[in-house]
């Protein structure tokens, strides 16, 4: 009928420890999926600012070569 319950102690510096462990862990997670984000983020800009730049110089290039037959 008498079972030995194990206790484990635990000291004031581990609990802190502990503490600021499991907040590291949470704050990496959440920094993960925000990285990410700012990564695609970035590609899509520098994308579109291709893509801009590619179109204007190919309208600019269209309207000069549309210039001289006009005159």
Excluded at 6 to 13: D, G, L
Excluded at 34 to 41: C, E, F, G, H, K
Aim: glycine share 0%; no cysteine; charged share 40%.
């Amino acid at each position: 009928m008498s079972e030995k319950k194990v206790v484990k102690v635990i000291k004031r510096e581990e609990r802190v420890q502990k503490k600021a462990s499991a907040r590291a862990a949470r704050n990496n997670k959440r920094k993960r999926p925000t990285d990410m984000v700012a990564t695609v983020s970035s590609w899509v800009n520098d994308f579109q600012q291709r893509q801009r730049t590619e179109t204007s110089k190919a309208i600019e290039n269209l309207i000069r070569a549309r210039q001289p037959n006009e005159a």
